[in-house]
């Protein structure tokens, strides 16, 4: 089980565009090892949120902690440097991989700043290819020789081979077909398990939360509608909005089975 | 509607291999299978669409009448409707929902405007008014889609994908409506969706495509407790979100 300390703390975060709040006040924890859901619909501020934590957008926080490097900011976050140990996943994995660039070739990138070896390097991917279930093979492949799955296992083989402490997930299972979501899923939740990596996940999908994710967060037009460890909240949601959500993925049968367990 | 031995290509490339399929009136089924399978092509057959993959040979029957297959400026559309996976592949941005509204009622020929108000009040819809669709919520707008669909009161309604754009809370009122519409109107409904929990929960049967043939269809109940095929078998093990099971992590360290 994950210890209970926090390997990321953020205090206050607010993002402004003009006049206009696009993210008012959010607060929110990660344990190492642990994984945090952010939900909401779409225009939420969801993808909003990773920018701004990731330095890619100007935004003010009351206090921002990121233990592995040692990064505690307060006040106006830094839009250059970004939070170095950590990776992102994004959602369309074709779009993420070079075209022109062999699978291997994409994922040896997060290697060039540790002085290895070509052969080291080599072996490295392979075992990251191994990790995520890709054989050997898939070593000298372009991204367009692959399913969209094995794309995305490619994509989290990249994110995982810098040994980082924490991963930015957006929407990472949204443009697969279901039963590849749920493979790829249980393989997120294996590695996190292995590794300890800690995982920040936007989704939109209340049944993959449920069943993976310990902590909730959930945004609606910039604002915190419920932020509470995953299981009170399908039990008893914090707010009718978060309460409305729930409802709705049980009448789609994507939260049956947590629903029976409740 | 009765689909024969329906084949399907895009260029020599075959798309749908014999498919067959029986819709009774009145019933929801719901076509399940990943990408490539040939969800996509098989709807835009039934919709008479040629493009982009060309129908080789077999038929479609549908009240009793063969359907042609035709260039989109030429298909008639009587009798079936399409809501398509969300409003932005419905609406064109530029025009007044108005205008578009009233366009479809001129082509599908739909006179009393008396019942077009009555479609868009019983889904609790204002008039489009000169509203263009972003001014909507995404929500409204996919409601206004299906009133759309719903205006000339077809035999069988398709839906496209109606999750995979649309966040649940949209989604979900959105099938629930039509569910309700449907059952009060007598129509069919087609569903196309990769997700076969979502088919369990709304169709009374299910038809399983893979790699453009339908390897396993019959009804909901039935299919799930006691699939045949393989890849059936698969989907309906994985067709919820399942904790990891804790041996699996061990099995990996």
Known sequence: MPPNDPVFQLEGLTVRAGDKVLLQDVSCDIQQGGM??????????????????QGFLPATCRRLVFTPSGTD????????????????VMQDPLAALNPRLTLG???????????????????????????????????????????????????????????????????????????????????????????????????????????????VLVLRMGQVEAYQPCDEFIAAPASPYAENLIEAARSLGTLSHASEAA | MKIEALSAEIGGQGILHDVSLEMAPTEWLAVVGGSGAGKSTLLRAVMGLTRPARPTSGHILFNGAQRAFASPAKTTLDGIAYVPQSPAHGFDPLRRLRWQWDQ???????????????????LGLPD???????????????RLLLAMALMDAPKLLILDEPTSALDPLIASQVLQETRRIAAEHEIAVMMVTHDLALAARFAGRIAIMQRGRIVESGVSDILLSNPQHTYSRELVAHRCWDKAKPEISHAAE
């Open chain 1, 73 to 88: 900011i307060t006040g106006a976050v830094p839009t250059h440097p970004g939070l170095p140990q950590t990776r992102w």
């Open chain 2, 128 to 142: 489009p008014g000169g509203s263009y669709p972003h001014q909507w919520s995404r929500g409204m707008q996919q």
């Open chain 1, 105 to 215: 070739a994409s994922i040896q990138e997060s290697l060039y700043r540790q002085n290895l070896t070509v052969q080291e390097r080599k072996s490295a991917v392979l075992a990251a290819l191994e990790d995520v279930q890709l054989g050997s093979e898939f070593y000298s492949r372009f991204p367009g020789q692959v399913s969209l799955g094995q794309a995305q296992r490619a994509c989290l083989a990249r994110a995982l081979i810098a040994r980082p402490k924490l991963i930015f997930f957006d929407e990472p299972l949204s443009a697969l077909d279901a039963l590849v979501q749920k493979k790829i899923a249980r393989q997120m939740e294996v590695l996190r398990r292995k590794t300890q990596t800690a995982y920040l996940v936007v989704t939109h999908d209340l049944g993959f939360a449920a069943a993976y994710a310990d902590k």
């Open chain 2, 104 to 122: 479809l009622a001129r082509r599908k020929r739909v006179k009393h405007t008396s019942h077009q108000r009555d479609i868009l009040s019983a």
């Open chain 1, 36 to 53: 945090l859901c952010v939900i909401g619909e779409s225009g939420a501020g969801k993808s909003t949120l990773l920018k701004a934590v």
